[in-house]
Each structure stands twice: as C-alpha cells, then as structure tokens.
C-alpha cells in the first residue's frame, strides 16, 4: 500500500505579484492569487515518473501556495521566538473555541464521537498551515516562485523584469534551487489585443524560457459565488511587520465559471508541464551525484587486489550512529544550504520515487543529519518503527526542551498521525505521549489527549484515562477550562469501568475484601476518581456551576471510606463548605436540591446502644454474646419454675438514652448541627414525633479527624408501645439537612440455591425499644468507700483478691421480691457477706503444716445467685427508693484485659421477671510468673522432687510472699526438712526457688476415679448411653511450706481456688478434645485427677493493702500406663457412627485425641541411678589398673505393673557432656536380666576398671525396658504372688541411656602424689 502522505508535504509553491495585478485582483473582490491557486489543490490523477522511469499515479497531488513576501518576513523572524509564538498562538485559538468545540460534541450522538475530534483537526490544520522554511527539514523550502503579473501594466515585460531583477530575501539556509515561472494574467478590459498578447508572450519566452503562461480572465462575477476551501490557519506575522499590500482573504469567488476553468487549466500545467519535469530532471541528476558518492573509485579496488592478493569482501566493522541532538543539527545547517541528499530526498517523496527517498533519508540518519522523522511515513507499519520515531523525539527527551524542539515533535507527531497507515496498531499512541514530553502547554495536552483517545478505541481503558488525566491537568494550567473537565469526565468514565475479567464474587466475601466493612467503590482505583472529581469540582465551581460543583465535592468523600486520603480531605472539605456556602447564599434553605445526600456516614448502627434509666450498660451492648449467653444460663436454670423473662424496657415519662457511636471517617474536622434522632412506632405509620417521644437535640458536635466518640441523646418516651430508632438527623456544616438510617444489616441467608450464588441478606434491623407503663425498675451502679458512684475501670493485680461494692435501687414505683445475679466466667465473683474492704489480710496462722478439705470433684457451669433480701434489709422485698449495697470479691488470673459482666435479673411476683445489666472494663497488671518441675528420687521414703520457682514479672511492684502450699489428692507432699519463713519479698524481676518431696498417699480412692473415667469414656466412644454414676467428691491434701501457716478452707479461697482450677481444666479439656462439646467433657473426667499436683501462692503488696493468691495446676507426676487403650482399641473396632463424628477420618480424629490425653498417659516406670562407693580414690598404677566398685539402682515407679529389664555396660560413651572425661570401663559380669515387681527396687553392683589417672564420668551403660500388664489389686494393693510364675505380656519397651547428670569419680596417682608430698616436705 502506497503511503499516505499529509499535504505539509507536498512542494511548496511561492507567488510575486506585481502592484498593477494585486490592485486588479483587489479591485475584482477577488482573493489573493495564491489563495485561488490553493482552491485547486490537490489535483487528481497527476502521473510522475521514478529515476526508472517508471510511472507513478497519484490520485491526488497536493500543492501549497503561499505569498512570497510573507515567506520572506517570516524567515526573518528568530526561529526560537517564532516556535514560541506558534505554540501560544495554537493555544489561544483552542482556548477561544474550546467551549463550542465541546457544546457541540455534547449534541452530538455518542456514536458520532468516535471520529475524530473539533480541537485535533484544529491542531492538524495549524501544523499543516505552517509553510514557513525551517533549518532541519526542506519540504517548506521554496520549490518554484511564481513571478504574476498583468497586461494592465504600462509596460508588462517592465515589471517582469523588475520582479526578476528582485532579491530574493531568504535566509542562506534556505535551497537556492527552485523553478521560475511567469504567469501573466489578461483580463478583459485590457487595452491590448489578441496580436499584442502574442508578440508580448513570445517576448517574454524568448528572454526568460519557456516557463510561462498566459491566462486569459474576464474577472466579471459570475451569477452566484464559487466557494472554496479556506486557507488553513497560519500564524500570522509579528505585529513589527506591515505588508506593503494586504489583500483580504475571502473564502468564496466572484468569478465565472470560464474563468474558473481556465484558473484550473493554468494550474494543471503548471504542475505537469514545468514543476514535475523540473523536478524530474534534478532527481536524476543529484541521483547519479547520490550513487556516485556512495561507490569505491576503481583505482583504490583494483590496487587493493595487487598489494593483498585477494578477491573476497573484505568484512567491515559495523558502525552505529549516534542520535545527533537538535542544537548540532541546528548548528550543523545554521548559515548553508540543505544538504542536496536531503533536497533529493524531498522531490523524489514527491515524485512518489518513495524506494529512492528512503535510501536517501537512511543515508543522512545515518550520518546524524535527520532524516528519521520521515522514514515511519515511507516504510511499511511496524514496531520496528519505533526507532525512528525515538530518534526524531530525542531533542524533547531533555529535561528543558527549547520552543523549536517542541515545534518540530508536534509537527512530527501530527505527521505520524494522520500519514501512517494502522499508526495505532503499531502502537503509535506512545509516540504522541513521547513527542508531548513533559512541556505543560495546550498542544502537547491535545497530544496526550489524542493518544489516550487512540488507547480508548483499542481498549486500552486504564491508560486511556491515565492519560486523559495528564492532558487535563495540562490544560488545566493552560487556562482551557472546558477541555479540561471534558477529558476530565471521559477518564472518569473509563476509571469507573470495572474490569472485563474479574474474581470471582466469591473471593470478595472469603478474604473480607474490602476491610473494616468498608463499601467498595464503583470504580476500581478510589484515589484517581477522588483526584478527577476534585479537580471537575473546582472547575465546575469557577465556572459558576455551584450546585454540579457541590455535588461532586460530595461524591469526593465517599472515598474517604476506602483509603488513606489525609493529604485530600482537608481540601476536599474546605471547598465543599465554600461551594455550600455559595450555594445557600442564593438558594434559600427550604428550596436547597433534596437530592444532596452525604455520601458517608457518622453514625456506626450496630454500635449504638440503648442505655435505660439508671443502667450502666446496655442489653444491646457491643459484648452481645456475652449477655446472651448470660440470658441463656438464667433460662436454663428456670426451666422447672415459674417465670418469664422479659427485656429490659422504658417507661413512660422516664428519659432513657441512646448512646450513637459516632466515627469521623475523614481525615479533617467536621461539625454536626442540631443532631437528633428520629423515632416512630412500629404499628402507627406518619404519626408526628412530638406525639410519639421527646428526642434531645444536641446544637453542634465537632469531630476531629479520625476521631471516635459516643454521644448520648435522651429521649423520654409518651406512649406504651415499641418505639423504633430509625434515623439520625443532623446538618453537615451549616444547612445541609441528613438523614443517616440507623439500620444493621441482616444476616447473610443461605437457605437457597440463589442465595448462595448470590449475596443475599435478610431485612434491615432497627433498634427497637419496648415501653410500658412505669412499674419496677432496678439500677445497679458501682460505689466506693466514700458512698459515691465510680466510674472508672477496675485495676487489678495479677491474683489480687479484690473488694467491689455495688449498689442496687429499685427506681420504680413497686416492690421487688426476688434479686438474682448471674455473671459471666472470665473472673471469679464471691459475694462477701462479712464486707471485707480494702486492708483485708488472710486468715490467722494454723498450728499444723498441712489441712485436708473436702471439695466437690465435678466441673460445674456458671449458675445464677439469689441475693439473700432478707439479709441484707431485713426484709423479704426491696421497697421503692430503697437500695442495698452488696459487697463482691473478684479474682482473675488471666493477664488480659477484658469486661465485668453481671446480669441482674429481678421481679415483684413470680409470673415475670426483668433484667438490667452491669458492666465495667478490668484491667490486669501482671505480678508472679509460677514454673515447677516434677523428677524421680532415689530416695525409699518419697518418690520424687518437686521443685517451683516463682517470678516477679511486674516493672516496680515489690511482692512478698506470704505462703506457698501444695495441693493433691493421691500424693503426700513435704515441705523442706530445714523450713525457714517464706515471707520474703521479690524486687521486680526475681525469682526465688522452693523444693518439696512427693510419696503416694495410703488408702487413697485412685482405683476406683480411674474405673469410673474410663466407664464413661467407653459409654462415651461406644455410644452405650449416659452412667447414672456421678463423680463422688474427693479430699485435698494441702501442705504449707514456712513457719506461718495460713488455712486455705475459709469459704470465699475455696471458691477461688476451685474456680481458676476448674477455668484451667475446662481450657486444656477444650484444647484436647476441640471437636467434643464442654458440657460433655465436664462430665467425662473429674475436677481433680489422682496424678495432679497443683501449687498455691498467697501474696501480698507491702507498700498497699492489696493480696492474692495465684495458682499452678495440674502438674502431671506418677507413673501412667494408658489407662483408656483398651476402650479406644474397643471404638476402633466398632462399626457406626457417633453423633461427634460422622466420617471415618472425624471417627480416628477423635480417638487421636483420647489417645494424647492427659489421662492416657504412658510413662517408663523404671529409674537408674549409678553411685560408687566414694567420690575420689587413690591408686598405685604401677602396679595395674585400679577397680572401682560402682551401684546401680533401679527402681520400679509402677505401683501396679512388673518389669524385665537389661542392664548393660558397653564401656562406650553414651552421654554427649563431659567430654574431658575418661569413658568408663567395666570389667567382671557386663550384662543383667532382673524383673521388678511393682514398687520394688533392686541393685546391681559393678565393678569399674580405672586404667589412668584422672575424671571418669559414670556412663557407658544401657537399660532396655520391658513392661508387663498389671497385676491384679485387691484392697488398693497388689497381690502377692509371683510374678515370674504368671504368664508375661508385654505392654510396652523402652530404651534409656545416661542423661549426663551422673556422677564423676576422681582417681589419683598414688606415686605421684606421694612425690609432690616429699618435695613440699
């Protein structure tokens, strides 16, 4: 396909006119003459021939006439200053018609705005109009002047000669190669004849050539005007330059149609019989120059063959060229003409010799002339272009560009645009952003702005919008208003387009996408439609459209909801409220647009909280499961007795309040006005407000940014019905009226196919608040020592036993019989009846070391607690406006901060009962960190060692220690032989260490706990049904370590004790078995195990009057021997289902569980403790090796299963520490095969051989286990029978080396230290 080229490149035709023709043409209301020359351009079907002479057919042949003189003036001016006035003049004349421009667009059907745009053509039009020759390029270059004159001259071969004789006043660098051409023009009137004519013109072609026409003209107006084309804009000259004859330019002709015609003809031969042989002859001829150049002279071949001898292609280095920067082009052609490669280049384009023009344009691009500009128009479509279209851009590249580089890359551009065939398939929309660089003026906007509408077309949305968005912020600080909001809403448009391919809707709701419960925006990036939208409303509020602009401002704060905006918001606000204030300046408040809604919102619904008259918290508090939960535990308790609860609900005439969670989502201050809230009935529909409730209205309410605050609006209600909280209302600033729903969105249903495929929710719930008639009404409130109500968070020590007094009031006008309390597990509540205060100690020394107390061994819930009235008033019911204070104990353990929550619940018969709430934040200051240890002893009277140390984690509480006890109820533990006081106080990060002795207790009842848990395992596991059997109580055995001895049996120590206890053991229970529920489990395994050993520490703070108690619980010690494997084999084996796991892979999950409990432990019962004879020995090895007797002894920790066991003494080192020690040598009998009954020791007595002096380290030996199944127990004891003559089952086996912390035996040279003895002596 041929290349479509513009018509800025075609020859440039110049015209002289004589003072006689340009009065005729003036005086003929005619146009001037090149002017009506350009009417007839471009001429069809024009033939050329190529330097081949081949013939190429133009379908339209473009020329361009101009006025030489204008030309000349032009030139003069500074190329540099004339670039700069271009670029401004083009943006004057867009700035002018822009409003039109895009008026006009509007009207228009949106299929119409795929063509091309008003401003583009403008811009093309004024690129193509610029005709004036620069340094860089030739195809404005004078290709042929046009001398015209008139035969009514007084002499006409005169003035041909006097504009011949003429200077042609162009600057050196313009091409002196160009063709003269006379026409003479012969009107009608003219006093000379047909014969004078001929003579004059055979005069005229034998003094000057054959280059000449006569043009015979009426120049009488026809009988309507012909229209032509306008000349395309052109800058006009500088306003120092006056021409010396100014014609006014017409955009219609007064001529007749033989004028016309003859007008046409004169122009056809003109082009095809003077300029195009004229341009032929001079390709051919620099052609022949071109080819020339480019050869080797013959002499320089033929010597290279005789000095070197070869006939081959000698390779040659290839050489890239540079990119030559405008300023040494510029230079480089600054005072010479164009080089003639270049002007050959030109006329062969315009000949359509486009092989030829190419070969030339390669040739100066590379020789760092130009070139590359052209070649894209020339050259196939392809990416590969790009090269070019880098290198012709390279001058804009620089950091400052100068006005001509800018000039040249808008016209390289416009070029590129319209002459290059699929220009946007080859990705031509990245040349127009290259070649708009980063100038801010309105033509490289227009660029920008082209090239994103180019990305539009292709699909290319997100850098079609990036870039309208540059353009308008270009054209923005052009001035060009109404361009700028145009490209403005086109990026919008694109922006808020969601992308073809997208997640699934899924993906959203799985990753809580988009976070904090965000709403997403419509658009894709919330930031660029915040900055589009800012920048339209500011444009729209200067403009004078005050209300678009409002509403835009508006739309901006929407995003505020999606992301981080404190660099906008403050902005955002401050013109919204100037636009606002504008806005209701001339528009009265009542005639305001309903239609401004705020788009965001203060209000957190599901937040907002009713709080009745004299609660301290609400039923609709934010820890609503926490109340249910507590509501529940009361109903549970009720369901064999009479009573319904009902929920907390107003009374008539008695203020209650809501308190509205408000959230500033911006990142500025805003002020609320005359804030309230609505409220209506759920049965009467458009009933006014002041008939249904009286609602606080609260003047202003200023937020600052970010911030977080609840407001407390009262409300007094005036009928008995269930009034509904539907709406905020306030005004944003000053008079904007909102009406923020005060709705919590419904749950999520999934009860249908097309639920679950589509998000879909239930209705919207309103806070709604029952109102009855005023009755009975209890307040509960905290009071201090001084009788006046606290507020403030309770501040606990870790394991402080701390005294709160809440006061209860019956508000109403009747009496209450019945008080109960139920509160919530996460901190132990005792009810203090003697009203222990602050300065409260424990309990008096006892005379003993140790106590036994008798406790319940099952896992309780929370239950609900009936306040004795009668004891505490004296009466059986509280009488109106009279109150008791009820003194509490709390206690927690847990470093976490976290809510008191109580559940009043009261009544004044037995029919109904009502509830109020109490809740107050606690916070836990960490005190005592308690770690222990269990370890097998040696010893024959107790079994093992257990050693607790105790931390002071706290940064500057200095703790004493008043006592720490240990508690079981299956082992006897001893405190240290040499007990000294314990009251000892721990600075801030010390730690101090305690040791007790461990011995099974006589007579104690663990058979018959082990039998009843696994009873219920299996009937768990095996589905039999519930044991009837209930888990008896059991004794705790309760040591003291230290002089004073405090007694743990007082009431409310029980209680706590028992309460950590049974919070510790129902989170491990949970822990252990997560698929099983709690209620389940607390009836599986009891409170207290027959292993368990628990450690109790009792302190207090010197420096206040504050103590506690902290417990360690169930530490595991004994030996264990899987007590539930056989009912988990018996489940294994059964076939079916439980209703706790219904697959198969649920099923061996669950038995995995039992398996790893606490209660299937198993344990190696065997314990090896190695001791020689004596520490240190001396021997004589001259004489030999020296043997050392060495015991071992082993221990079976079982009391109900024998074991066989292998002790063998290898000689190799078995433990990885001391390596500087000798490794042990045993000699006499290695290997010992003994059985143990259980409970039974034995020793073994070896015989270890020293061969040198030094440390030897007591390993080198391997006990390998064999566990049997246990021996039948009557009366809590093992049978006494042989339990070699039974017969031996297996169990399990296991294998032991030594740990390390075996003893070290010395050995001693005996010569040698006699030696050392003598020379002291």
């Known amino acids: 396909m041929e290349p479509k080229l513009p018509s800025s490149i075609s020859p440039h035709v110049t015209t002289i006119l004589s003072p006689d023709l340009t009065e005729?043409?003036?005086t003929s209301s005619l146009p001037p003459l090149h002017h009506i020359l350009q009417s007839y351009s471009p001429l069809p079907i024009v033939t050329t021939r190529t330097t081949a002479l081949t013939p190429v057919q133009h379908k339209a042949f473009h020329l361009r006439f101009s006025n030489l003189e204008e030309i000349e003036l032009a030139c003069k001016e500074d190329e540099e200053t004339r670039s700069s006035r271009f670029i401004d003049w083009m943006g004057t004349r867009i700035s002018r018609r822009a409003s039109k421009w895009v008026d006009d667009l509007?009207?228009?059907?949106?299929?119409?705005?795929?063509?091309?745009?008003?401003?583009w053509e403008e811009i093309r039009k004024c690129v193509e109009g610029d005709w004036v020759p620069s340094r860089t390029e030739g195809w404005n270059h004078p290709t042929s002047i046009i001398y015209a004159v008139s035969t009514m001259a007084p002499n006409p071969i005169q003035a041909i000669s006097h504009l011949y004789a003429r200077h042609i006043d162009l600057p050196p660098w313009v091409d002196p190669t160009f063709l003269r051409f006379i026409l003479i023009v012969h009107p009608k009137k003219s006093t000379l004849n047909a014969d004078e004519c001929t003579a004059l013109l055979n005069a005229i072609r034998k003094q000057y050539g054959l280059h000449v026409h006569f043009l015979n003209l009426t120049l009488e107006p026809g009988p309507s005007p012909i229209p032509i084309v306008s000349l395309p804009p052109q800058l006009p000259l500088p306003s120092t330059v006056q021409l010396a004859h100014v014609v006014p330019d017409t955009s219609e002709l007064w001529m007749s149609e033989t004028d016309a015609m003859a007008t046409g003809k004169f122009v056809r031969e003109f082009l095809t019989q003077s300029l195009i042989p004229w341009m032929e002859k001079n390709v051919l001829e620099w052609n022949e120059a071109f080819i020339n150049k480019g050869r080797l002279p013959s002499r320089l071949i033929s010597s290279t063959r005789r000095l070197f001898g070869t006939t081959g292609v000698v390779p040659s280095t290839p050489i890239t060229s540079q990119t030559p920067s405008f300023s040494s082009m510029q230079s480089a052609t600054s005072s010479s003409p164009p080089p003639q490669t270049r002007r050959l280049a030109e006329l062969a384009t315009f000949l359509g010799d486009y092989k030829l023009a190419v070969q030339a344009l390669e040739s100066l691009r590379k020789e760092g002339k130009g070139g590359s500009a052209i070649l894209p128009l020339l050259l196939s479509p392809s990416s590969s272009l790009i090269s070019y279209a880098a290198q012709a851009l390279a001058p804009v590249f620089a950091e400052e560009p100068s006005a001509t580089s800018l000039h040249h890359a808008l016209v390289n551009a416009i070029r590129w645009e319209s002459g290059i065939h699929a220009f946007s398939k080859i990705g031509g929309e990245r040349w127009l952003v290259w070649a708009a660089s980063t100038a801010e003026e309105a033509p490289t906007a227009l660029l920008l702005g082209r090239a994103a509408f180019m990305s539009k077309l292709k699909g290319a949305k997100r850098k079609?919008?990036?870039?309208?968005?540059?353009?308008?912020?270009?054209?923005?600080?052009?001035?060009?208003?109404?361009?700028?909001?145009?490209?403005?809403?086109?990026?919008?448009?694109?922006?808020?387009?969601?992308?073809?391919?997208?997640?699934?809707?899924?993906?959203?709701?799985?990753?809580?996408?988009?976070p904090d419960g965000k709403e997403q925006s419509p658009g894709v990036y919330p930031l660029v439609l915040a900055s589009i939208d800012h920048s339209l409303g500011r444009i729209k509020y200067s403009s004078g459209e005050t209300e678009a602009a409002v509403r835009l401002f508006l739309g901006i704060l929407r995003y505020s909801t999606q992301l981080d905006m404190s660099d906008t918001d403050e902005v955002v606000i401050d013109d919204f409220r100037q636009a606002l204030q504008h806005l209701e300046s001339t528009h009265p408040t009542e005639e305001l647009p309903s239609d401004l809604i705020l788009p965001i919102r203060f209000c957190v619904p599901n937040q907002c909280t009713v709080r009745l008259g004299g609660q301290n918290e609400s039923f609709l508090s934010t820890d609503k499961e926490t109340w249910e939960s507590l509501e529940q535990i009361w109903t549970d308790s009720r369901r064999k007795r009479k009573g319904k609860l009902e929920r907390p609900s107003a009374e008539i005439g008695r203020q209650f309040w809501l308190d509205v969670v408000l959230e500033n989502p911006l990142e500025t201050d805003v002020l609320l006005k005359r804030f309230t809230i609505h409220v209506s009935t759920s049965s009467e529909v458009n009933v006014p407000q002041e008939d249904i409730a009286i609602a606080q209205v609260i003047d202003e309410i200023h937020l600052y940014a970010k911030e977080r605050r609840t407001v407390s609006i009262g409300l007094t209600p005036k009928v008995a019905k269930t009034l509904v909280l539907t709406e905020a209302r306030y005004y944003f600033f000053s008079n904007l009226p909102v009406k923020e729903p005060l709705s919590i969105r419904g749950k999520r249903l999934n009860d249908t196919v097309a639920q679950r495929q589509e998000a879909t929710y239930a209705p919207s719930q309103f806070t709604r608040v029952p109102v009855r008639q005023v009755g009975c009404m209890l307040s509960v409130e905290q009071v201090d020592e001084d009788d006046e109500e606290g507020d403030e968070?309770?501040?606990?020590?870790?394991?402080?036993?701390?005294?709160?007094?809440?006061?209860?009031?019956n508000r109403g006008i009747e009496e209450i019989n019945e008080v109960w309390l139920t509160a919530a597990d996460n901190i132990s509540i005792w009810i203090d009846p003697e009203k222990r205060g602050k300065g409260h100690d424990f309990p008096e020394p006892l005379s003993g070391s140790s106590e036994e107390i008798s406790v319940h061994n099952i896992v309780t819930g929370t239950r609900p607690f009936l306040l004795p009235l009668e004891t505490l008033t004296s009466s059986p019911s509280l009488p109106p406006g009279h109150f008791i204070d009820v003194h509490f104990l709390l206690h927690s353990e847990d470093i976490i901060d976290s809510t008191l929550n109580i559940l009043v619940t009261y009544s004044n018969d037995a029919d109904a009962y009502f509830y109020t709430c109490f809740?107050?934040?606690?916070?836990?200051?960490?005190?005592?960190?308690?770690?222990?240890?269990?370890?097998?002893?040696?010893?024959?009277?107790?079994?093992?060692?257990?050693?607790?140390?105790?931390?002071?984690?706290?940064?500057?509480?200095?703790?004493?220690?008043?006592?720490?006890?240990?508690?079981?109820?299956?082992?006897?533990i001893h405190p240290p032989h040499r007990s000294t006081s314990l009251h000892t106080t721990i600075l801030p990060h010390q730690t101090i260490r305690r040791a007790f002795t461990l011995g099974r207790k006589e007579g104690s009842e663990t058979e018959e706990i082990k039998e009843l848990v696994v009873d219920k395992v299996s009937e768990f596991l095996l589905g039999k049904g519930t044991s009837e059997r209930q888990i008896p109580d059991t004794t705790l055995r309760i040591s003291h370590d230290g002089t004073e001895h405090r007694s743990l049996a007082e009431s409310h120590l029980q209680f706590f004790i028992r309460f950590t206890r049974m919070r510790q053991h129902i989170r491990a229970l949970t822990e252990a078995f997560p698929t099983v529920p709690r209620q389940v489990l607390q009836s599986l395994f009891p409170l207290y195990g027959p292993n368990s050993v628990d450690i109790i520490i009792l302190w207090k703070l010197p420096s206040s009057a504050r103590y506690g108690l902290v417990t360690f619980c169930d530490m595991q010690t004994g030996v264990a021997h899987g007590l539930l494997d056989r009912v988990i084999e018996q489940a294994m084996e059964r076939k079916g289902k439980s209703i706790y796991a219904e697959t198969k892979r649920e099923h061996e999950l669950l038995l995995q569980h039992f398996k790893e409990c606490v209660w299937n432990r198993e344990t190696d019962p065997l314990v090896v403790s190695v001791r020689p004879s004596q520490p240190v020995f001396e021997h004589d090895f001259t004489r030999g090796a020296c043997p050392i007797p060495v015991q071992f002894t082993v221990r079976n920790?079982?009391?109900?299963?024998?074991?066989?066991?292998?002790?063998?003494?290898?000689?190799?080192?078995?433990s990885p520490t001391h390596l500087n020690s000798f490794v042990a040598t045993y000699s006499g009998q290695l290997t010992y095969h003994r059985l143990l009954p259980p409970s039974q020791s034995?020793?073994?007595?070896?015989?270890?051989?020293?061969?040198?002096?030094?440390?030897?380290?007591?390993?080198?030996?391997?006990?390998?286990?064999?566990?049997?199944?246990?021996?039948?127990?009557?009366?809590?004891?093992?049978?006494?029978?042989?339990?070699?003559?039974?017969?031996?089952?297996?169990?399990?086996r296991y294998l032991q080396h030594p740990t390390g912390s075996e003893g070290i035996i010395l050995i001693k040279n005996l010569v040698q230290h006699n030696r050392g003895t003598i020379a002291q002596d």
């Not at 968070?793 to 009031?809: A, F, K, N, P, W």
């Not at 703790?959 to 079981?968: D, G, H, W």
């Not at 920790?1197 to 078995?1214: D, E």
């Open 106 to 119: 509007a009207s228009r059907p949106p299929e119409a705005a795929q063509g091309r745009m008003p401003w």
């Open 919 to 972: 809740a107050r934040n606690f916070e836990i200051i960490p005190a005592l960190s308690v770690s222990a240890s269990i370890d097998p002893t040696s010893s024959d009277v107790c079994s093992y060692t257990l050693r607790a140390e105790v931390e002071n984690i706290s940064d500057d509480l200095e703790i004493e220690l008043a006592q720490l006890s240990t508690s079981s109820t299956d082992w006897v």
């Open 24 to 26: 005729l043409l003036s």
């Open 1242 to 1292: 034995t020793t073994v007595n070896a015989t270890l051989r020293a061969r040198w002096a030094g440390q030897y380290l007591l390993d080198g030996w391997r006990l390998e286990v064999d566990v049997g199944e246990a021996i039948p127990i009557e009366d809590g004891t093992p049978q006494e029978s042989n339990p070699a003559a039974e017969p031996w089952k297996t169990r399990a």
């Open 793 to 809: 968070d309770i501040v606990m020590v870790q394991g402080e036993i701390y005294s709160v007094v809440l006061r209860i009031t």
């Open 1197 to 1214: 920790y079982s009391p109900t299963n024998p074991v066989r066991y292998v002790l063998r003494l290898s000689g190799s080192r078995m």
């Open 464 to 514: 079609a919008a990036l870039w309208y968005v540059m353009s308008a912020h270009r054209l923005e600080k052009c001035g060009i208003k109404a361009l700028t909001a145009h490209y403005l809403r086109e990026a919008r448009s694109l922006y808020s387009q969601s992308p073809q391919k997208s997640f699934s809707p899924a993906y959203a709701e799985s990753e809580k996408w988009p």
